[in-house]
């Protein structure tokens, strides 16, 4: 900063200058004003030592001061037009180099005004203001390159090629030439030619940036984001503060979920060129990415114009006008964009909300089936066409869209569909609480809950109110709007209305008790449930509620007494005696799990062969393989074609020693079913127990032709098991090589880590996510093993990719709650708050919102949470000295030390276990 004061005279000749301005106005005069060459040579040679020491803001105030004394400085104009070059803004650029050029036109403000049309994307205008020739071969070819540059932009590609080659031939090693090439050759998607052509350049002039930044982009359009980011580091160590480096390299750590990182680059461009359009652009992207939609919109309207043409900021543009309420524009630019990229399935998907939000859903319909035709597996688009379907009436197809997503895989998507097939099922009899129209109208309330259309789910429920003023499901339905909305207070308010209309309506109870589980009102929770099974002794629902929720708040004992007495209530139950196993299983009492096995043998014996199917299962789990067995030769001559029971038969048998029953089941199915996976891999078994190692393999290598994938795991599982590791590693990668396929990719990454390959298993998996990015499984792994080995950065950021895509998954939120606290990351607290409000339930995500907040200072919120996180996990010791260590905070002490005295008394060790003692004695002290 300059800190020089004025002298005495120059302070003088100041007030001397005011008064004969004060002067000349009360005259009504006003003197011309000479231009001053002297003081504006000083103003210009003051600006360039100013950029010679860094100072760029202090070098365009001077130059302005060079051109206000003479606006005739061609050379202060000039440098100003190419400061506001470096800056990013192009206009004003183009405004001072174009007076430049109309007074003095010479090859080198034709290149300058050349880059300002460029950075405006006015390719065409360029071609206008570069002559043919320059005064030298060296401006020649520059003039070449650039019109090259430009012909791109226009999408001439054949021009921009002969543009190229025609500079090389006068200067064959020209870098910018060869790069210009490799450019074209990139777009025409012959990436093997550009890369050589870029390596070229590379190895003759190591930090050439132009290079360094084409090299980065060809590996971030093969999805090699390490090279990309590898090659923008290189450039950035070079040129920490280009805007050419730094806002690709924010693109590069957006895909990978560096999303902090991300915003640090753009920042870093903001504050030295506050008018960039790819960094307001990338700004406004991280502001939608990160939920805030209207500072999206403020960022990027006035950028808008200037980007119509560009794709991305296109569907950004579109995405911003959806939320924020502008449907109508937001169609209109969400078809622009799908004019350039038909076939983007998240375009088309947005053009189908978009379409509903703005009311017209037969359109929406007309989007959604082409869209599901080419993307079967695409659920969420599947449940916008069946909600859109029952929103124009069309019930039938709704109802078989449903009944498709009722079998899903996504067991979220498949609960939801079959609660509305049992509203659509009872929509088609007489049923008393709602009528058919009524039912199918709540089905499009949930519809609109689930699309975040609160407003309209509003209104729709306020109209059959009217219609049903006294109906406490419409009450409770209402309610779930606001649930959904966070207002848990007005929904349980509203609740509590429908349940003094109906105190025994399970939905409205149910609805309840959801919310006071959100709310930490676990005691009333419990007691509701409680009753509900006292005055039901003879249902299943109520005593599996109550024993789920016993569970979760790890009371498993209560919760075995809960259900075997209704299990002794109601002694037809399978569903009940299945859940029983299940936690006598979880507590390793085998007895009990045979008991329990044998009352289902018995109920199967009486026309019910789920309940032999049950049996089966819990013999097996059991260790008593022998039974299981006998109990599915009986279930398997009920149910001869299931081909399922015939495999777990055959499992059990040769688990028991009775291989010979088995072979011959196996090789039935195999003959029916050549392709038949388990079946090949049960006499895989046997051929193994026989020490047939080559049939094994024969075996598996059969199944080659229908399923090459099924067929490399069971060539790698039988070289395994036969002691021939190196063998099985190198099957798998040439089989990955074959067939790249995630499962082959996860089975990799497992037999590299088993033979203490770690890193190559990491870097391998690592390559795979980056050319599969939405493999989230795959990405779940290796976020997973990340997290387990302490590599906590890189761990975070492929949580950051899984949050964004499983938003609603409440332990990846956990998970990433935990691992951003430990990196002190700020958006830690807000990550644990959305996990906590997915599963208030939960102990566990109680207890790591509680310990943020209390290592925050937020003590009282604290210990309400860790109180409710022991209360649901006492046994958890982790957890209790949570909650001491918070109430210890607040002044609590006595029941503090009282806790921490039970925990140093306790044998079972536990992590935070000195931290406990530490605090205990600081206590006494």
Do not use: C
Request: proline share 4%.
């Amino acid at each position: 900063m300059n800190t020089h004061r004025p002298t005495t005279s120059a302070r003088r000749l100041r007030r001397l200058m005011a008064a004969v301005s004060l002067v000349a106005l009360s005259t009504g005069f006003a003197p011309a004003q000479a231009a001053d060459t002297q003081r504006s040579q000083g103003y210009y040679d003051d600006a360039v030592r100013q950029l010679q020491s860094g100072n760029a803001s202090a070098a365009q105030i001077q130059l302005r001061n060079a051109l206000q004394q003479d606006g005739d400085n061609l050379k202060a104009r000039q440098l100003l037009g190419q400061l506001h070059l470096r800056t990013g803004d192009p206009v004003s650029a183009e405004k001072e180099l174009r007076r430049v050029f109309d007074v003095q036109r010479g090859d080198e403000i034709e290149l300058l005004l050349a880059q300002a049309l460029m950075a405006q994307r006015r390719f065409s205008d360029v071609f206008g203001v570069l002559s043919p020739q320059g005064a030298t071969p060296d401006a020649t070819r520059a003039k070449l390159v650039v019109s090259g540059q430009a012909y791109i932009g226009t999408g001439q590609l054949d021009d921009a090629e002969t543009m190229f080659r025609t500079a090389l031939d006068g200067a064959p090693e020209a870098p910018d030439a060869k790069l210009g090439l490799a450019r074209v050759e990139a777009l025409r998607n012959r990436m093997d030619d550009a890369a050589a052509n870029v390596d070229a350049v590379l190895a003759a002039e190591p930090d050439n940036l132009e290079a360094l930044l084409l090299s980065a982009e060809i590996a971030f359009v093969q999805q090699r984001a390490d090279d990309a980011l590898a090659a923008l580091n290189r450039a950035a160590a070079k040129a920490p503060d280009d805007p050419r480096v730094l806002l690709p390299r924010a693109r590069v750590r957006l895909q990978t979920g560096a999303v902090d990182e991300a915003e640090k680059d753009v920042a870093s461009v903001l504050r030295q060129a506050p008018q960039d359009l790819m960094a307001r652009y990338m700004k406004a992207s991280i502001q939608l990415m990160r939920g805030d939609a209207n500072a999206a919109r403020a960022t990027f309207q006035p950028i808008e114009g200037a980007l119509a043409d560009y794709t991305p900021a296109q569907l950004l543009n579109a995405l911003i006008k959806f939320n924020t309420g502008q449907y109508a524009q937001a169609e209109t630019v969400i078809n622009r964009f799908l004019t350039t990229v038909p076939d983007h399935t998240g375009g088309r998907r947005l053009l189908a909300a978009t379409r509903l939000r703005a009311g017209n859903a037969l359109s929406a319909v007309e989007v959604l089936k082409p869209l599901i035709a080419d993307h079967p597996d695409d659920l969420i688009a599947r449940q916008m066409l069946a909600g859109a379907h029952m929103r124009l009436g069309d019930i039938d197809q709704a109802t078989a869209v449903y009944r498709e997503l009722a079998s899903s895989s996504d067991r979220q998507v498949a609960s939801r569909a079959r609660s509305v097939l049992s509203l659509l099922t009872a929509a088609n009899d007489t049923s008393q609480e709602m009528p058919p129209e009524t039912r199918q109208a709540v089905v499009v309330v949930l519809d609109y809950i689930r699309n975040a259309e609160f407003q309209r789910a509003h209104e729709a429920v306020a109209k059959l109110q009217k219609a049903d003023p006294d109906n406490p499901l419409l009450v409770s339905l209402d309610a779930s709007i606001f649930m959904a909305e966070g207002d848990l207070g007005t929904a349980r308010s509203k609740l509590e209305t429908a349940r003094a209309m109906d105190p025994a309506m399970a939905e409205i109870v149910g609805n309840l008790n959801a919310v006071d589980v959100r709310m930490g009102n676990l005691e009333a929770v419990e007691k509701r449930l409680r009753d509900a099974v006292s005055a039901n002794p003879r249902e299943e629902q109520p005593a599996l509620r109550l024993a789920q929720f016993l569970t979760l708040g790890q009371r498993a004992g209560e919760a075995v007494a809960v259900l075997e007495n209704a299990a002794t209530a109601q002694r037809a139950s399978i569903t009940l005696r299945r859940a029983l196993a299940e936690l006598y299983e979880r507590q390793d009492d085998k007895p009990k799990m045979l008991e329990v096995a044998g009352q289902l043998r018995q109920i199967g014996a009486v026309d019910k062969p789920e309940a032999l199917a049950a049996s089966a299962a819990i013999y097996r789990a059991a260790g008593d393989t022998a039974k299981a067995a006998e109990v599915l030769r009986v279930y398997s001559k009920a149910r001869p074609d299931e081909v399922e029971a015939k495999i777990a038969l055959a499992q059990n048998l040769m688990a028991s020693g009775n291989a010979g029953e088995a072979k011959p089941i196996l090789e039935g199915i195999k003959a029916k079913d050549p392709a038949n996976a388990p079946a090949t891999l049960g006499l895989i078994d046997l051929a193994l127990a026989a020490n047939d190692g080559d049939g094994a393999l024969k075996l598996a290598d059969g199944l080659q032709q229908a399923d090459p994938v099924a067929a490399a795991q069971l060539r790698s599982n039988v070289l395994v098991r036969t002691n021939r590791q190196a063998e099985a590693l190198k099957s798998v990668e040439q089989a990955m090589e074959r067939t790249p396929d995630r499962r082959l990719a996860l089975a990799l990454f497992e037999l590299r880590r088993q033979q203490k390959q770690v890193d190559q298993a990491l870097v391998g998996l690592e390559d795979w996510v980056k050319r599969n990015p939405e493999d989230l499984q795959a990405r779940a792994v290796l976020a997973d093993s990340y997290l387990a080995s302490k590599d906590l950065t890189r761990a975070e950021a492929h949580y950051d990719v899984l949050v964004r895509a499983r938003p609603n998954d409440p332990l990846l939120l956990n998970n990433a709650a935990w691992l951003k606290h430990e990196l002190d990351r700020p958006e830690a607290l807000q990550i644990a708050r959305r996990a906590h409000t997915v599963s208030p339930s939960s102990p566990e995500i109680a207890d790591t919102l509680g310990w943020i907040l209390a290592l925050a200072g937020e003590t009282d919120e604290a210990v309400g949470l860790l109180r409710q996180a022991a209360a649901g996990a006492p046994a958890n010791q982790e957890i209790l000295y949570h909650l001491a260590y918070a109430l210890n905070a607040t002044g609590a002490k006595d029941e503090a030390r009282d806790i921490l005295e039970k925990l140093a008394q306790a044998t079972q060790p536990f992590p935070a276990r000195d931290e406990a003692a530490e605090l205990l004695a600081s206590i006494k002290r």
